[in-house]
Structures are given as C-alpha cells and as structure tokens.
C-alpha cells in the first residue's frame, strides 16, 4: 500500500503510514477541494487494484478523509483530527468513498461521544427492555415462536426503536455485554412460555461483537442450562456483514453452537451479495426472507420471483423458512401457498413488552365469583 500510494501522490508531498492500516498524506498545496477529490479518487483506486498472495487474487477497499488547512484545522492535530472526523464518514457511506470534512461533523462527533455515555448508563440502571413480535406456522395458523426485540427506555426521550441507538452500540464496547443481557433474559421468558406451548421457540439476534472473544458457546450454554431449557428453544440469528466481518472467529463458534442443538438463521436474507455461497459454508437450518421481498410479491414480478426461488432453493438443502414483513392476508396466503413454514410481521403481531405478548396469545382465565 505505501508503494502504491507513493506512485499516485504529487512529488511534493508526504506519505506516512500512521499506524495499522492508515495512511496519510500531507500536500503542501492542497487547498483546492477538487484537486483533492481526483487525488483521492486516485488513491482509492490505486489501492483497490488486484494484488497476488500464495496464488490467489485478493482485493481490498479503501476510504479516504479530506481536511484543508487553515479552515478545518489550524494546527497539525486539528487538521488531523479533522480528516479523522471525515474518514469516519467515508467509511459509513461505505466502502471506496471520499468525504471532504464540514464543521458538522465536529458537533455530529461530540454528540457521538455524548451519545456512547449514555449507553453506559443505559447499561448500568437497566434502561434496556426486550418486545417481542410473534412467528406463527402458516398452514394452521399457530403460534410458534418470537423474536426478541430489544428497545431503550431513554428516561427523557422515551422509547428508543433499535435504529436509534443500534448502530452506536455496535461501534462501541457494549455490544458483547448487551448481547449476553439479550440471550440471558430471551432464555429466561422462553423458559416461562414454553410451559404454556412446550414447542415454543425464541429468536435472538446476535451482535458481530459477540464472537470476538471466543465466548459466545459457553454464554449460550450457561443460559440454557440456568433455565432448564432445552436447547431447541433457542434460535440465534446471523446476518451477512457479521460473517464478513468475523469470517474467521465465526465459523468454529457456529459449529459448538450447533453442536449444542441450538438453530440457527440467516437473516435478511437475499439482501446480501454472498448469500448463497454462506449457505454452503455455514451450518444454518432456517433463512429469513428480508421483508422487502414479502411486501413486493403482490406488485412486483421480480420480488415475487426471487422469494419463490429462494423457498425452492431453502426446502432443497433442508432449511425452514421465516418470511418476514407479513403485512396483509394476500402475504399470507401467497406464502402459505407455496409452502413457506413461518410468518412474521404486523398482521400477526407488532412488537410489545412481555406482558402485553403474554396477555394476547395465552389470556388468563377469568376468575369467578361464588355467593
């Protein structure tokens, strides 16, 4: 990489390797915000060019972060963290892309800070809650599981859906934690069901963080084993950026998973660009069918076309199948239809705490009155 950079970068400047895999560049006339913008298109491309290791070709991504001196940095330590503060943007537009800094970034990055505080606390006075949405077997209609859904109890703004604070709990060093907290109390409520409809199932997302310390087998266990479950009660979801992003940390942890008799899914599937390749790697027995197919199949011919292809090519290797996005009876009867096993979405059922689940679906009897 420092060769290839050193070929694209003008005779002038400096190229440092910062440490890891960052690089820098300082131009001594850079402040044209177009000119900075084909060097970083260069440099990227640059980067992005084929290379051979032990016989095969590999290919990596970069991003790049733009600063100017004086306006984004006064100092060499501003204007580094500026284009610290850029880079972080490229990469969450992501990968191959250049974003030059705005003083916007400075305010989003200290609100960031403000924000992983809050986790914290989040964590520490049990502001974490888990909803629950239902699965229900299509051919009768039956209830046969949920999925755990977590939520925040933000004592000033209220009830936070995940797409407000999952994508900052993930960045930080809280995912492993919250992710335990999840199985933990999905293990414990399923335990509660279950003596309700023994056959009952808990679907739980799991975190990329999760497998990074080797650990998550044993958690699993441990939560099973405290509430006398056994392990078909539990059904762990994986999607394809945590298997892209752990390929190597992954696999084994997988294998004890299983091996436990725990399922596994893949969710949001067909979203991803290697979907099927994972489906021969990795030892899941059920997919989720993204909900953006299911919500089409009534409109669109392509969508409709790609969630029959992907009930065919799921019933031919063995595996269950969950749509999600069930929103209407016409979704229900197409996918009943042709043979989909499981639904999930608003037609059976939003997402709400325990107690509202546990009132809908196994009401407690009325007491009667003598005298």
Request: aromatic fraction near 8%.
């Amino acid at each position: 990489m420092s060769e290839r950079l050193l070929r694209v970068a003008p005779k002038d400047s400096t190229v440092t390797r910062m440490g890891g895999d960052e690089f820098a560049i300082l131009l001594r006339n850079g402040n044209d915000p177009l000119s900075l913008g084909a060097l970083a298109r260069d440099v990227i491309a640059a980067i992005g060019e084929p290379m051979i290791f032990d016989g095969q070709e590999v290919r990596v991504a970069g991003s790049c972060g733009l600063a100017i001196a004086p306006d984004h940095g006064p100092s060499f330590e501003e204007l580094m963290t500026s284009a610290d503060l850029a880079l972080f943007q490229a990469k969450s537009s992501g990968r191959g892309r250049s974003f030059l800094f705005i003083p916007a970034l400075r305010a989003e990055a200290v609100a960031r800070r403000m924000y992983e505080a809050e986790l914290y606390r989040a964590v520490e006075r049990n502001e974490f809650v888990l909803f629950y949405q239902p699965q229900i077997r299509l051919h009768d209609g039956a209830l046969v599981g949920a999925e755990a859904l977590i939520r925040w109890k933000h004592p000033v703004r209220g009830l936070l859906s995940p797409a407000a604070f999952l994508p900052a709990l993930e960045r930080g060093v809280l995912a492993d934690r919250v992710g335990s907290w999840v199985i933990r109390t999905a293990c414990a409520q399923v335990a509660q069901w279950r003596r309700n409809s023994p056959e009952f199932r808990m679907s739980v997302n799991l975190f990329a963080a999760q497998f990074r310390l080797g650990g998550l087998p044993a958690i699993v266990r441990d939560s099973l084993a405290a509430n006398a479950l056994a392990p078909d009660a539990l059904e762990l979801e994986i999607t394809e950026n945590i298997i892209l992003d752990q390929q190597h940390a992954l696999l084994d942890q997988l294998h004890q998973l299983r091996a436990l008799g725990v399922s596994l899914s893949f969710d949001d599937f067909g979203t991803g660009f290697a979907s099927l390749n994972l489906l021969k790697a990795y030892p899941v027995t059920l997919i989720k069918i993204d909900k953006s197919f299911t919500q089409a199949v009534q409109t669109s011919a392509q969508d409709r076309a790609i969630v029959l292809s992907l009930l065919d090519l799921a019933h031919k290797l063995g595996l269950e199948v969950v749509a999600e996005g069930v929103e209407t009876q016409d979704h229900c009867d197409f996918l009943r239809g042709h043979g989909c096993e499981k639904g999930q979405g608003y037609y059976f059922g939003k997402p709400v705490p325990a107690e509202v689940f546990a009132e809908q679906f196994w009401p407690a009897p009325a007491s009667g009155r003598s005298g």
